[in-house]
């Protein structure tokens, strides 16, 4: 609806809209320290999958740690490079998934997902 002001017409719109999710894609992906666990939740279907990114900064093997509750959801763990390159997936299976991968230097990124609401800790070591 408009309204005529001073020959200017005005209109105003209501903006409604669902709360955005904070970590749900990679581009807003949360920082994890190596050596350190980070406690979040899913709530499907608006806030389906979380992003991570860590940095390596010697060669060296890296182990992801998922664990989640409860434990009959299911939960896939994805791995990343900084172009988006998919490096490794694991699903869950009795409430946690792993990847145990050897990486160079440089940044990498870890996605989170399920279809069911879940509580989970994911650890980067």
């Not at 060296?60 to 740690?65: D, E, N, P």
């Amino acid at each position: 609806m408009g309204v005529l002001m001073g020959g200017v017409l005005l209109f105003s719109s209501l903006a409604v809209g669902e709360a955005r999710d904070a970590d749900g894609s990679r581009l807003q992906a949360r920082s994890i320290k190596l050596s350190s666990t980070q406690r979040d939740t899913l709530l499907p279907p608006r806030d389906s999958v979380d992003w991570r990114s860590f940095k390596v900064t010697a060669d060296g093997s890296i182990l992801i740690s998922v664990s989640h509750k409860p434990a009959k959801a299911s939960v896939r763990v994805s791995l990343t490079d900084a172009r988006g390159s998919q490096l490794g997936s694991a699903s869950s299976s009795s409430g946690s998934a792993s990847i145990r991968k050897t990486l160079k230097p440089g940044v990498y990124y870890v996605s989170v997902s399920s279809g069911d609401k879940v509580s989970y800790s994911i650890s980067v070591k």
